[in-house]
């Protein structure tokens, strides 16, 4: 390995023999910042100047371990319009810097555009983002130049130990000196070219769409993409303060500017993205707002793909639609969707392998031909190409009838908010143990009275329960903020709607306080 730069230090020896030194397993300890899928996510008040620093210091020491980044080479770094993210961007860069490496500053643009520009030129890339969870947290998103950080990296990461140079600075984890970014390098035109090579400027010709813009920060490249593929787009919503949308949890407000936004225009459809703009939001011309993976599945099938990959949270409508060859179920996260396609891909390496997830991010594994205009892989979550794909084909239709075209297998999202990690692993433990027949008598007595009997039970992920009436129940803690997971499936949206809030009702009143009954 080359040698560091005086002001970031590595020590191979014992842990008790490098007192300044912290792994970051005991960053994480003490900050309470986990390093989980694919980056960091936690509190503002937590993520400091100087622990932000420490992980981007580790994610770039662990990047030199593997030859994949040395003194002198660019890292790209972008952000979100979170109002703490330019702080925490300059935490980045410092790192950056400190490491030897060459910041490449492109700004605030969707993590799907810089996840295509950085692994086109295989260089790292950082990405400053909370995704879709409120303005009170925030997080960053660590690129490998061949890709999204693996769970098969996490270890490599955690293990590292840094210890940054304290003058930086103040008493409270601050910088003292910010030092001007680079100029602005300009990537969102090669990424709108993606789309209009492959689908052509006439894909939405005659379309109109609506772009629920809030505080996407990918909210005017949508609009340069739309209307570069021949649509008229009428903006709504625009909001200069951070909205927290979540495509799995479509906020009651949303669903009521959608409604109010068709019933005032003529509109083909309404679109939108979460915060950093790798998740969608696609609505019909009622401003009816689909489910992820059923925009997902949509995208899938037209773009012709073999083999889909989807973890558990996904609706069964995959399976039941016939479309592909195999359908592939993995743990909730894209690392475990990627790491799942790169295997299909190697199975069957002239397969189009897809990735989706119930948020409606499609991860494209192989690249897709259409004459001589082929569409790259991009095995990363991104949220134009479904929005395109679903719109393109809606054109020839409309999207209620491409919805109506797929078996009736309606999910639901919601969560109960403010339950810790301990107390979640701790009602699904206590719902999984004995034997199989235990566990099967437990689950009835919860939840017999709105599924059923119990017909099967998945632990891919969580606890995932399918039962007699054709309904699913699907608990899991999540893995970003101190919430309780609950998705459910049934025949329609309005029964898997009613499944979710009885099976909360449950949850809350009954089970945790069981549980955990202290």
């Not at 099967?456 to 101190?482: C, K, M, Q, W, Y």
């Amino acid at each position: 390995m080359n040698a560091l730069p005086n002001d970031m230090k590595v020590d191979d020896s014992p842990p008790s023999e490098g007192a300044a030194l912290k792994s970051v397993r005991t960053l994480m300890t003490q900050s309470g910042v986990p390093f989980g899928t694919s980056g960091i996510r936690g509190p503002v008040s937590a993520m400091t100047d100087a622990l932000c620093f420490a992980y981007t210091s580790a994610f770039l020491q662990y990047l030199r371990s593997i030859d994949e980044f040395a003194p002198g080479q660019p890292v790209a770094l972008a952000g979100d319009l979170r109002p703490s993210t330019p702080r925490i961007v300059q935490a980045c860069a410092a790192a950056v810097r400190a490491a030897g490496g060459v910041v490449v500053n492109c700004g605030l643009v969707p993590t799907p555009a810089l996840a295509y520009y950085a692994l086109g030129r295989k260089m790292p890339s950082i990405m400053v983002t909370g995704s879709h969870i409120p303005a009170d947290r925030n997080g960053i998103k660590f690129y490998r130049p061949t890709g999204e950080v693996l769970k098969s990296d996490e270890a490599g990461i955690l293990e590292q130990r840094v210890s940054p140079d304290d003058s930086l600075f103040d008493a409270s984890g601050a910088l003292l000196s910010a030092e001007p970014l680079p100029p602005t390098v300009e990537i969102n035109s090669a990424y709108r070219d993606r789309y209009v090579g492959f689908f052509g400027a006439d894909a939405l010709k005659g379309m109109t769409v609506g772009v629920y813009q809030h505080s996407a920060v990918g909210r005017d490249v949508l609009v340069s993409v739309l209307e570069a593929l021949g649509a008229i787009v009428l903006p709504f919503g625009r909001s200069e303060t951070f909205v927290p949308v979540d495509t799995e949890a479509i906020r009651d407000e949303d669903i009521i500017l959608a409604h109010a936004w068709a019933n005032d225009h003529t509109v083909d459809a309404i679109v939108s993205t979460d915060g950093d703009s790798d998740r969608p939001l696609v609505a019909d011309a009622q401003g009816t707002w689909l489910r992820g993976d059923i925009t997902a599945l949509l995208c899938a099938r037209a773009l012709g793909a073999d083999r889909v990959v989807t973890p558990v949270s996904s609706n069964s409508a995959a399976e039941l639609s016939r479309a592909f060859v195999a359908v592939r179920r993995t743990r909730i996260g894209s690392p475990y969707v990627i790491a799942a396609m790169q295997e299909e891909i190697a199975a069957d390496p002239g397969a189009i392998v897809c990735g989706y997830e119930a948020n409606g991010g499609v991860l494209l594994g192989s690249t897709v031909l259409d004459g001589d205009h082929p569409l790259d892989a991009l095995p990363t979550r991104d949220a134009v190409l479904p929005i395109v794909s679903v719109l393109a084909a809606a054109r020839r239709s409309s999207v209620a009838e491409l919805v109506a075209s797929l078996p009736q297998r309606a999910t639901h999202s919601d969560r109960l908010p403010d339950v810790a990690p301990a107390q979640s692993a701790a009602l699904l433990g206590w719902l999984r143990e004995g034997s199989a027949e235990e566990q099967r008598a437990r689950i009835e007595t919860c939840f017999g009275t709105i599924g059923g009997q119990v017909v099967e039970i998945d632990t891919t992920d969580g606890l995932r329960v399918t039962f007699d009436r054709g309904v699913v129940i699907h608990l899991r803690a999540s893995g970003n903020a101190p919430e309780l997971r609950c998705y459910t499936e049934a025949t329609t949206a309005a029964a898997a709607e009613d499944l979710s809030r009885c099976a909360l009702i449950i949850l809350r009143d009954e089970l945790l306080p069981l549980s955990h009954p202290d």
